[in-house]
């Protein structure tokens, strides 16, 4: 089993931006938790960030043919993105959408995802462990299927 992460704008800057928001660990230390948990799990993990929506597009398209499913963090593209929403569409691969921090406690702009709906399940709230809990439950709903 094969699962890629997508971490979309400004997750390359985690450690950084925000700490008291999204926690101290950087994107380095979340991939390499993931990649642990997946080696645990007996998956290959591929990971990819971009700050860019196209690339991001892009990068759904080449992976479409070699990945089970997805982890999917799009930032700020959550509440923006029609595009990526049909990408994920059109892709048909399941998918949890993933938050380090709880959304529906922050700004009211950020209450609504565009791709939720599309998700068989979100994360949020629990920092790097947000993406380790996304983990187990997709790989659970993959392997259930």
Known sequence: MRIAI?????LNLLGRREPDV??????????SEVKSLGEELGIEIETFQSNSEGDILDFLEAVANRADGLLVNPGGLTHTSVALRDGLLALGLPFVEVHLSNTASREKFRHHSFIAPLSIGIVMGFGLNSYLLALRGLVAH???Q
């Open 22 to 31: 999204y926690g101290k660990d950087t994107l380095e230390d979340i991939n």
């Open 6 to 10: 997508i971490n979309g704008p400004n």
């Open 142 to 144: 993959i392997t259930s």
